[in-house]
T-cell receptor, first 116, second 114 residues
Framework: GAVVSQHPSWVICKSGTSVKIECRSL??????MFWYRQFPKQSLMLMAT?????????EQGVEKDKFLINHASLTLSTLTVTSAHPEDSSFYICSARLAGVADTQYFGPGTRLTVL | AQSVTQLGSHVSVSEGALVLLRCNYS??????LFWYVQYPNQGLQLLLKYTSAATLVKGINGFEAEFKKSETSFHLTKPSAHMSDAAEYFCAVSRGGGADGLTFGKGTHLIIQP
């Protein structure tokens, strides 16, 4: 149980285009989902916290107009990278917090974004 | 603010030897601490977590960690390394109360020598 999926697993796009990444909790409801970014051979950095039905909370230094987050249901959150540039190339990982279990997050497998 | 320091970006041990991965934390509130493992091209898998209960926490795959408040440490150990333990290990602290996003250490790459 407690499986989180991401789609797509990898994506290549041209500079200036927008890319949407989906994060789904497959067998549980997640009132809160988190989006992280991982640079090659580095750690994960929290980008934003996404709560179902409300606006996302972004970490300092993360452009909310560039990284649009929507959490429309208890099982789906989306991250849209708008007007992507090569410096946005990274590994994006989501996690979902099991409703009612505050201290446990389940991570998705990640999405590799390459912007040409 | 919370922070995590993992000592040693790479740790190499022989198969069957003790595994010790070090993690020190800084937290302005009672911490919730986690160890995750990441295999190549896979997501993070929770090994174990400390949530203010027992200071010695047992996790999956034979790993355990001890919370030491006086040393602000949460080191991960396994008595006998197996080849399948080779992976990237991340220590993380919750921002507050366990319900918030995590602050991760830089990770330790564990290498198992045959």
């Amino acid at each position: 149980g407690a499986v989180v999926s991401q789609h797509p697993s990898w994506v290549i796009c041209k500079s200036g285009t927008s890319v949407k990444i989906e994060c789904r909790s497959l067998d549980f409801q997640a009132t809160t989902m988190f989006w992280y970014r991982q640079f090659p051979k580095q750690s994960l950095m929290l980008m934003a916290t996404s709560n179902e039905g409300s606006k996302a909370t972004y970490e300092q230094g993360v452009e909310k107009d560039k990284f649009l987050i929507n959490h429309a249901s208890l099982t789906l959150s989306t991250l849209t990278v708008t007007s992507a540039h090569p410096e946005d190339s990274s590994f994006y990982i989501c996690s979902a917090r099991l409703a009612g279990v505050a201290d446990t997050q389940y991570f998705g497998p990640g999405t590799r974004l390459t912007v040409l | 603010a919370q922070s995590v320091t993992q000592l040693g970006s790479h740790v190499s041990v022989s198969e069957g030897a003790l595994v010790l991965l070090r993690c020190n934390y800084s937290s302005s509130v009672p911490p919730y601490l986690f160890w995750y493992v990441q295999y190549p091209n896979q997501g993070l898998q929770l090994l174990l977590k400390y949530t203010s209960a027992a200071t010695l926490v047992k996790g999956i795959n034979g790993f355990e960690a001890e919370f030491k408040k006086s040393e602000t440490s949460f080191h991960l150990t396994k008595p006998s390394a197996h080849m399948s333990d080779a992976a990237e290990y991340f220590c993380a602290v919750s921002r507050g109360g366990g319900a918030d996003g995590l602050t991760f250490g830089k990770g330790t790459h564990l290498i198992i020598q045959p």
